[in-house]
């Protein structure tokens, strides 16, 4: 017998050490509207209902982010007509949504080359933030126009600038310095990384953030991605010992002694 989504989620509850931010590839929009004999647009405002899903159950949990790969550097690359059709869905979903962003306490952020945005698109982003900022619940960060690889430059180039300038010594660079310099400055790494739709890898993805971060492949796609998984992975995540380059006896030994 399948336990319930409310069992799954009063065992992950009672297990404890939940993830304090969890960080979601979703991938496989396009694949399941496919699958289902459906425009490839059609898996993407199916995905939505997930986004929405996941923000409310992250929040239930009391995760205190929540950072979705919503659209990558690389996606400019697909079709125009895609591309539009893609940024007309996150102005109507960013705007139907910050209500219930409102009611559950929920603060809106994003990351990444804001600026390649469309304007209106851009333009409704930042009054979602601005409407939501006072909020002290869950952190819902988007990804949007986003590259590791391209996080990671910038902040190179902002470093360089600073020594150039002589208001930073090269020998006061170190990872905490650096980290400062990214897009996702203030928040913490995330402590688990998911991907949906069976694939195994980061994408450019929060290649900086991601380095001690637990990965968990989901097999199921984005739109299909509801509570049960994300109750499942989290579980998943429970299970791992995370040693940070120590070895076991250290961390029970910590833990002992803690």
Avoid at 2 to 29: C, F, K, T, W, Y
């Amino acid at each position: 017998m399948q336990v319930s989504e409310q069992e799954l989620m009063e065992q992950v509850l009672q297990r404890g050490d939940l993830p304090g931010h969890i960080a979601i590839i979703m991938d496989g929009n396009g694949r399941w509207a496919v699958s289902q004999g459906l425009p490839r647009l059609a898996g993407h405002k199916e995905g939505v209902v997930s986004v929405r899903e996941i923000t409310r159950a992250a929040g239930e949990l009391g995760i205190s982010a929540l950072t979705l790969f919503t659209f990558s550097s690389e996606n400019w690359r697909r079709p125009k007509t895609e591309v539009d059709a893609l940024m007309r869905l996150l102005v109507t979903t960013i705007r139907g949504e910050v209500q219930d962003l409102m009611d559950n306490n929920v603060r809106l952020t994003a990351i990444g080359c804001l600026d390649d945005l469309p304007d209106v698109a851009r333009e409704e982003l930042q009054t979602a933030i601005k409407a939501t900022a006072s909020n002290a619940g869950l952190n819902l960060n988007l990804a949007l126009s986003y590259g590791g690889r391209q996080e990671i430059l910038l902040a190179v180039k902002r470093v360089a600038e600073a020594v150039a300038k002589g208001e930073l010594d090269p020998d006061d660079i170190d990872e905490t310095m650096f980290s400062q310099k990214l897009y996702t400055h203030g928040m913490p790494d995330p402590d688990l990384i998911i991907r949906t739709s069976g694939e195994a890898r980061l994408s450019n993805f929060m290649i900086w953030q991601s380095a001690y971060a637990e990965l968990v492949i989901a097999d199921a796609m984005w739109p299909a991605f509801r509570r049960r998984e994300l109750y499942q992975a989290i579980q998943v995540y429970q299970q791992r010992e995370r040693r940070f380059g120590k070895i076991s006896e250290q961390i029970q030994t910590s833990t002992i002694l803690g």
